[in-house]
């Protein structure tokens, strides 16, 4: 592993491992008005939510480091504290992409990128109707981080309202993380598409697991289990009972072979595949098996 010290090395090498590294970025797809009414569209991967009461999202259109000079989007919230933040997904990529393109000031991304500008509820600036999900916010306050080239400018929205396209609904009225089909900033020239690459973590907000440093040191140690693999057995909030785990083994005939055969390394294994279909308890079970 290498350590680097950041004042050691050029921006943009350091440009390159910070967003090398924190990947995937959302995109804020940011539409603001100048002071005499002109429209700017561009895109900001430097961008999440920071609080839902307030509804606050943050993005930072950073200084460009090839000479420190300031976004169009900076200079327009500086005078017109209010923008629209779209949410970017797979089908308008591309235009997006295009929107980012440095464009002379005054010059209007929605035309260049051909996507349809529409009337926002209670701010200036236009909503993009092909985005999903378009929030129309404030603009509370532009904190400058530096004004050296790279340097970021937060700009912290109070959402104010929210638009959301029904199609990307369930049943009940939830957002449906396959049918927005957001896109994400990635290094270089890469992205992700979020619908491509997902699965479920549970959170363990209503469960105390016993943590990994309560599972028995031969299972802790063994050179079949991942750090993913111990993670999900020490989740467990109580380890099953020895009835349990007596009538799992009388009514498989896989668990009482490998136990026959009192092959450890089978029977951690066995154990995985359970875990790797999501089920903990049943791979404890085995884990706790005796001849």
Known sequence: MISINPKDISTGRLHGYLLGAITPRPIAFASTIDETGNVNLAPFSFFNVFSANPPILIFSPARRGRDTTTKHTFE?????????????????VQQMSLASTEY????????????????SDLVKPPRVLESPVQFECKVNEVILLGTEGGAGNLVICEVLRIHIKEDILDLDGIIDQHKIDTVARMGGNWYSRSNMGMFEVPKPLSTLGIGVDQIPKEIRNSEVFTGNDLGKLGNIETLPSEEEVATFVATNMEIRKTISAFEIQKKHKLAQKYLTNGDVLSAWKVLLAKI
């Open 76 to 92: 327009n919230v500086l005078k017109v504290k209010e923008v629209v933040i779209n949410i970017v997904n797979f089908d308008m």
């Open 104 to 119: 002379p000031k005054g010059v209007n991304e929605f035309v260049k990128s051909g996507l349809t500008p529409i009337a």
